[in-house]
């Protein structure tokens, strides 16, 4: 049976600035596996950089939406997460190949990674849609910033208590007294926000967590609301404080911005083996018996 | 103006099985009200019973769905929660009244009751849909138990922790040692769960909360999956448990009992003055600042 | 070099009524390993009464105090729990041996048993002086119960919320609405109160732990006090109620019940290899890295 | 009666830094009262900057420790955490006055200041002494600061989950990714620490507690030892972070460095009314219904 996916990109975890050695004979593996099958493909310009890749082609990471209809993530769940924002715009679904301990989204391990892709391209697969966050930053009527976001936005301290007021959809949730606040999509909600305190989401939960971090009002807890909602937070009191996108990017704040987050326009789409559970995921990252 | 509602029942809570004396006057007050305005109006019997109502007719609960057009319900978030699960197949919305300080459902009071109500009647109202739980206990094949929730299905332990199988859609979510388990919709999120480290989910929410009594396993954390979900508890080990609806009906379970959890097909409307903020309840009730 | 101890009793998780057969082959090869050692054995009756004893003398859990000078626990915490009840008011260590699992009061395995207790035997120990609580049950004037627990004192709902008015040193705590509260040693903080958001506290600290169950009050945190403390509990409205002293005694409490509880006047010593750390058992029972 | 205070110096929150103009009148007002009562009164330097106090001395706050036996602190808890660092190696206690709404350490407010204060120097108080932590930042061998805290010492990121290496007394406790640790005294854990998931310690345990502030480990809880142990913190991974001192010093920290936190030699005294209830300023502070 023929491959669904035509042109490839490999991408390692090269690509989000990581300097690790230990991936090479996977990348190796892998482009040499798909060229048997006489798919085209390419390795990402930073991850081409990093060995001999000399037999494949290039491509940059801004350019992939251009050729590729499939991306194949050879990283961790750090690596998925600046590939998902940077390709949600072209529909290109991705495969996440982790090395060492398997991640919450790269569900692979170099040891099955074969067999499942082999799998996932002659059809057999689970097609697993995940939100991404869209969040600017007004400072006045101006727009400063503007980013996706596949686990998290958070807006927080980097000294002393910080004081944010919150609306929902315009109408006015709290003000609160706090390290910060967590924005979180259901993704997220595996990453900083439970260790703030948050709830799992379940991903298909069309949903958006707020989960205050380390609120001095100790009745402030987390609230899960309709993805539809756009969620205001505006900087009412402040020594110090940032922004922190999927806790890769980090944009200073000043008093009196304000912060809008919503649900992004499109969604990334990650492929999984047919049988992928995301509960038996759960189980085994979080040590459930 | 005319009301939108032509035949509605008076609910106290004395329909709950309380005997409160401190009503009457709100309950005669109101019905006068509604019967200057040509309403055709029914007192329940229970609470017809409680005081000199001989002016008014009187109603058994489980006929008000033939008869009225809207409930009005003077009592406390209790007696909502009873006059919902009884009410919801019959398509009639509810105003609810708090004697005393206002509830998270019952969010009128005695002193703007009247006004409030009038708005309503003409059509400035906000429509509030809820959904509820539809629980099953099965013993063995048979079905030996069956009810509606509008806050909470619980399943806990009598004595020491109990244990229990989860399943979701007829997958395994684990297998967990603790007090018991919460599962609820939005609407009772600010209640029991929310006691039990449970997060807040707003009504328009379409989802189901699971929240852990005191987990034994301390990564077993509260997850909300969606309103579509079916939730299969079965009781793998215990001394002694029961099943609790509402926090109102209390079953004794047996080992290996299996209680099927989904939300009920239909859903309650709750009517609500046309500026009511769901988050201003929020900040009120938990004293938010 | 001689043992430090001439007469020792042998206690296997039969004691505490339960039906094992796992630990026959360790409680003999102890008993022979001690007979060995010219040590005057004894084997707990229950546990004599369990197999093949009939070359050691049987001796019934409440004479211990008379003749033995340590006792040896062969089972689970559960087990020790029980014989540190029986026993603390005789002044005789305790040596835990654990099936299975190590546990965090019977430290030793199987595997390693006969070695540690060697060492022990010739005065290379950790002499670990853990406090217990005395309970008693006050209905009227009249004490209706007393009990000793090594890890906690519970009062508890047996349905629907209870509200218990809490006094230290006849100075008013708190009214609060929950399921319950527990007191306990610093022993028993790794035990349930740790499920229900306690914290750790360490066994060398004299403090008494106040740990709310699910409390409707979400500021309602734990509190610890000095063990020189004397807590009350007045059950001030109740369906169902009781009080159970290390999950392991169940006594129903009635309305207006008053509970005093406060550190038991003598301590029970377990005896554990020099080497012992308190933080690698957290650590390792507690899955830290 | 005479008062048992014969020189009393007077601090108002300027003392910190604080540049309040709504004090003046009740700085005065105390100012006049002492004087009528022949006591001898020192107005602290930045106070005594601050207003129209020519008729009083002024004296820098180094240097209460010559001259006063009393320090008379108008502020919040704020400006008596700073006071109390300033005079715990002098002996002197401190009486709290606040204004606005009353704090967790000065609990008297400017409605009952003078009463209040006619009783405690006639003798009539609760003296209530306090533990503080000395905290010290060794790079490589060397002490680069050294600090007192009455609240708390946090270790803790400036973006991104750092990694901490405790040890306790010499003994590898765990190693932790998170957010940062709070150490804290008996009296800081109503404060930031509360906010952060600890428990309440009462004042008179003689316990250190150490609460994890968003731990990625689920099971990595707080934990409270004796206020005898030596507490080291490695900074082992972070791209950022910084020492914090009851929340008022901040000192930035780099990769290896050191913290070794134990409790200080002295100890302050609060001195409170006769009738001071540590649990009714609980109830009020924590609105414990």
């Given at each position: 049976m023929e491959s669904l996916f035509k042109t490839i990109v490999i991408i390692g975890k090269?690509?989000?600035g990581s300097d690790s050695t230990g991936i090479q004979s996977q990348l190796l593996e892998l482009a040499q596996h798909l060229t048997q099958k006489k798919i085209n493909i390419f390795i990402e310009s930073k991850t081409h950089h990093s060995?001999?890749?000399?037999a494949f082609k290039s491509i940059d990471l801004e350019d992939v939406g251009k050729e590729a209809d499939l991306a194949i993530v050879v990283g961790g769940d750090g690596t998925m997460l600046g590939v998902a924002r940077a390709l949600v715009n072209f529909d290109i679904p991705l495969i996440g190949i982790n090395q060492g301990r398997f991640g919450f989204l790269a569900d692979l391990n170099t040891s099955n990674m074969l067999e499942s892709i082999d799998e996932i391209f002659v059809g057999s697969s689970y097609k697993d849609k995940r939100m991404l966050l869209n969040s600017k930053i007004f400072r006045g009527s101006k727009c400063i910033h503007e980013s996706l976001a596949l686990n998290d936005v958070v807006v927080r301290s980097g000294s002393r208590l910080i004081e944010l007021k919150v609306s929902i959809n315009g109408r006015f949730l709290h003000k609160q007294r706090s390290d910060g606040l967590v924005i979180t999509t259901p993704t997220g909600t595996t990453a900083y926000a439970l260790s703030a305190g948050g709830p799992i989401l379940h991903p298909e939960l069309e949903a958006i967590s707020i989960v205050p971090i380390?609120?001095?009002?100790?009745?402030n807890r987390p609230i899960a609301v309709s993805s539809k909602s756009v969620i205001e937070i505006d900087v009412?009191?402040?020594d110090e404080s940032y922004l922190s996108v999927d806790g890769q990017l980090k944009v200073p704040l000043e008093l009196h911005d304000r912060v809008e987050i919503k649900s992004a326009e499109k969604m990334i789409t990650l492929l999984h083996p047919k049988d992928y559970c995301y509960f038996e995921m759960l189980r085994k990252k979080l040590n459930w018996g």
């Open positions: 090269y690509a989000s060995g001999k890749f000399e380390s609120p001095h009002t100790l009745s009412v009191d402040m």
